[in-house]
């Protein structure tokens, strides 16, 4: 599977799939979209306005105490993709997360995390190969204002926005792996359904809950 190396806050680990059906995958949108909701309620938290205009694709993960909520519940996070000409979003597509080397110390329980993919070229890292941005993520407790941001040449290519759930201290990420949920993402859609054409060939369509997500995305972009 091909891998997105990542610059972010997250500690990885593997769990193993769970077979899951479209209506709890549907539920694990919905949840995260209320992830987002409430971040964005959050004055001092809140992923800026400016920036989700300008993101060309977005990733939320959900980390617990013991880590990331992977296939487990349907796939620990997803991923939606801006379309250049029209600026419509693709689709969710599910991923996984996996293991990452880095430093850290924590003592948070609990966050929310958004990835926002500020370019074309990163958006396309999502399928194409396995690719690592260089740098170190860094924040304050509770500060989505301190994103980590990965860097492509002279401008920030990766933003990293948290909401974190208790005291978190720091952080210092080498890589992060995220890959497409591959059961999840077929279940969903009811046929073969690899990132690719979830999020670039525009082949599926957006579910209710799913359309909720990107409305959501896009009041909070006003």
């Keep these: 599977m091909k891998m997105l190396l990542l610059t972010l806050m997250l500690l990885g680990i593997t769990i193993p799939t769970f077979a899951v059906d479209q209506s709890e995958l549907d539920e694990r949108v919905r949840k995260l979209t209320n992830k987002f909701e409430a971040m964005q309620d959050k004055p001092d938290k809140k992923v800026p306005a400016e ?36 600026q419509k979003w ?25 990835i926002l993919l500020m370019t074309t070229n990163a958006t396309r890292l ?16 509770g500060n989505s204002s301190a994103g980590a941001e990965g860097k492509t040449g002279s401008q920030p290519s990766i933003k ?5 759930q208790g005291l978190y201290g720091g952080a210092a990420l080498k890589g992060g792996a995220l890959s497409g949920n591959d059961d999840a993402n077929n279940t969903y859609y009811k046929e073969y359904a690899p990132l690719e ?23 909070n972009a006003k």
């Design 51 to 86: 920036d989700l205009r300008k993101a060309q694709g977005v990733i939320l993960l959900e980390r617990t105490k013991a880590g990331f909520i992977f296939a487990f519940e349907g796939g620990g996070g997803l991923a939606m993709v801006r379309d250049p000409k029209s």
């Design 90 to 114: 693709s689709p969710p597509a599910f991923l996984n997360a996996n293991e990452a080397s880095l430093g850290f110390q924590v003592g948070g329980q609990q966050s929310f995390i958004v």
């Design 126 to 141: 999502l399928t194409q190969g396995d690719i690592e941005l260089g740098g170190e993520a860094r924040g304050t407790a």
């Design 160 to 164: 990293v926005y948290d909401d974190r």
């Design 197 to 219: 054409e979830i999020l670039f060939k525009r082949k599926f369509k957006p579910s209710e809950a799913a359309g909720k997500l990107i409305e959501k995305i896009e009041q």
